[in-house]
């Protein structure tokens, strides 16, 4: 079946320090990967995604690999902000399976002054 | 375009009334997910629907609940004879196509009294 597995939280760095937020997955055939960020009291926005093996999703200085080898989509930062204080998703979508997305636990992220 | 929108934001309702959240997608996305997200847990999926048909309901509980998106209109989840176990945030998302990004709205918070 479809799975994402998520590096346990909370995480809490400082401001200018480096990110990283395990992801790997288990699925049949070739998903979709997605990083999604949710500030509290609101919805879920995607951060960044990928379609296939070996692209980098990236975007406001966020990057994943989608690595298929290693079944991982770890989440990188060189250097946070207090502003990127939130909690993170790892996400799937299979379309060999439904298409539904199936998401990790989720990551919370406090970054201090 | 406006994103996917979702009222009302926060519900609150007595044990054994009727819960009914409404998901209006974004313009031209004919495929809607609903997800429950508990207080300090991930998301999890209840309801893939298309237009007038519901592909997979695999995560919703067989009794008291339901879902629809009709033709015309927004796409309805209804929780009847809500009990306190059924509050949470209900998260709607949206998207376009198979295996493409989903869109989320800004959830409607669910309160059992």
């Known amino acids: 079946g479809n799975s994402v597995t998520q590096m346990e939280g909370p995480v809490t760095l400082s401001e200018e320090a480096f990110l990283t937020i395990n992801c790997t997955y288990t699925?049949?055939?070739?998903?979709?990967l997605f990083w999604y960020v949710q500030y509290p009291g609101e919805g879920l926005q995607l951060l960044l995604k990928a379609t296939k093996a070996d692209d980098k999703g990236s975007n406001k200085g966020f990057e994943a690999t989608y690595r298929k080898e290693t079944t991982s989509f770890h989440l990188e930062k060189g250097s946070v902000q207090v502003s990127d204080s939130a909690v993170y998703f790892c996400a799937l979508s299979n379309p060999n399976t439904g298409n539904q997305f199936y998401f990790g636990t989720g990551t919370s992220l406090t970054v201090i002054p | 375009n406006a994103g996917v929108m979702q009222n009302p934001r926060h519900l609150v309702r007595r044990r054994g009334q009727e819960a009914r959240l409404r998901c209006s997608p974004m313009k031209g996305h004919s495929h809607v997910y609903w997800y429950r997200q508990l207080p300090e847990e991930g998301l999890k999926f209840m309801v893939y629907?298309?237009?007038?048909?519901?592909?997979?309901e695999s995560g919703m509980p067989k009794e008291r609940f339901s879902a629809e998106f009709p033709k015309e209109g927004p796409s309805i989840l209804r929780i009847q004879q809500v009990v306190r176990g059924d509050s949470a945030a209900y998260f709607c998302a949206s998207s376009p196509a198979v295996n493409t990004e989903a869109f989320f709205g800004q959830g409607t918070r669910l309160t059992v009294v």
């Open positions: 699925a049949t055939g070739y998903p979709s």
């Open positions: 629907l298309q237009k007038e048909n519901i592909i997979d």
